[in-house]
């Protein structure tokens, strides 16, 4: 299975973030923390223009955390991008607030120390991109503390740009999610896939299941065994009759349900059901 998915409104999505990216302070960039390397998209390379970048490791509380540290520890991001910061986070937790204001602060501290010494409140843009449902929606949400922006756990449910504003000192700029137009690394690709990234309608249930047993089985051996109770030797197709007989997942002659099984255990990843897991 090739898997690419660049829809129109992307297209429109990241010619209009060109334009609007001169009229921000600041890019928070939302980043899954899941799939952190994979959820970077070269295409938002482009954008910045060089303006400060925050980096958001969201969903952290689903990731797997040691991963997580090695890749701040290693300024793996800062490194790359300069003016720029890293910070994990979980975009739902009442925290999430104060750690994205103090972090949008001290990026932009010129512009801020400039105002205060012309006597004036200080004002702040930011705009907020990333890969389809990394959770940009909910952290702006989040940060207004109200619910502005429909959030869905599927690729692709903000479809135009919406400004926001944040008590007097910040307006926030929520976009579509965008890809990489040409997906051309399909390890990446999958990866995306797993997340929840990619329009999964588009995507062959089956061989993505597969795909995702061969792929979980390299980093975190016995997951799936712990999850569904079972053990995970054999051809991933095995695995995911193991998987099928184990919820009880058949079809009406008694053969194995595979494409049940297929979304039980992507849906379970999806979920934080097998883990904190990074890939
Ligand atoms: N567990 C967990 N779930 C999160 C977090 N942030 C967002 N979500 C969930 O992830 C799903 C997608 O969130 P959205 O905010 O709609 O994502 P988005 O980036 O705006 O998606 P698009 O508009 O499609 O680009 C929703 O089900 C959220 O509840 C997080 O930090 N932790
Ligand atoms: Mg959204």
Redesign the pocket.
Known sequence: MKINWFPGHMTKALRELKVEVKNVDVIIY?LDARAPLASLNPELDKISDKKPILFVL?????ADNSKIDKLLKDNVLKVKYENSSVIK?????SGAINIVFNEIKKLCKEKIEKNISKGINFFLRAMVV????????????NLCGKTK??????????RGKQWVTVGTNFQIL?T??TLYPNLENQSVARKLAYI?SIRDEILDKNELACDFIFDIRKQYPQAIAKRYNIDEEGLPYEVLEKIAMARKLLLKGGEVDYDRASIVLIDDFRK?KLGNITL
Do not use: F, I
Not at 89 to 93: E, H, Q
Not at 130 to 141: A, C, D
Not at 150 to 158: Q, Y
């Open positions: 939302v969201n969903k952290c509380d689903l986070l979980n975009a739902t937790s990333g890969v389809p449902n990394s959770g940009k929606s909910t952290l702006v949400n922006a429909l959030t869905g756990n599927k690729a692709g449910v903000t929520d579509p999610g929840g934080g």
